[in-house]
């Protein structure tokens, strides 16, 4: 596992994900989805991928003090909520949607999604 990939898990992002999308519930398409968003933005410029870390680190953080509540222990409907604040937040409103860009594309062209179609 890449540094990457164990950041986004320690972020929490992956659980919203799954609260948030249906195609992303099952534990074989969030694996791909997090596989594949790591991968991505390990390949992503020094500088971007340097902000992307911090990014990722700061995220329960970030997300506490929108909504008072880490992602980790907050219910379903918080980790909406809060979601929809951060999309509010200059900076955080990019990271959100080019992480959720890379893992839905991910879980939905990774090889669970595939074998499913089959």
């Known amino acids: 596992?890449?540094?990457?990939?164990?950041?986004?898990?320690?972020?929490?992002?992956?659980?919203?994900?799954?609260?948030?999308?249906?195609?992303?519930?099952s534990p074989a398409a969030l694996r791909e989805a997090v596989r594949h968003t790591a991968e991505s933005l390990d390949r992503a410029p020094a500088l971007q991928r340097w902000g992307l870390s911090v990014a990722l680190r700061l995220f329960p953080a970030a997300f506490l003090a929108v909504s008072g509540r880490f992602p980790?222990?907050?219910?379903?409907?918080?980790?909406?909520?809060?979601?929809?604040?951060?999309?509010?937040?200059?900076?955080?409103?990019?990271?959100?949607?080019?992480?959720?860009?890379?893992a839905l594309y991910g879980a939905l062209d990774g090889p669970a999604s595939r074998e499913a179609l089959r």
């Open 72 to 102: 980790r222990s907050a219910s379903p409907a918080q980790l909406r909520a809060g979601l929809a604040r951060l999309r509010g937040v200059p900076g955080y409103a990019e990271v959100l949607r080019a992480t959720t860009a890379l």
């Open 1 to 25: 596992m890449t540094g990457t990939a164990s950041a986004l898990r320690a972020s929490g992002l992956p659980r919203c994900w799954a609260v948030e999308f249906a195609p992303l519930r």
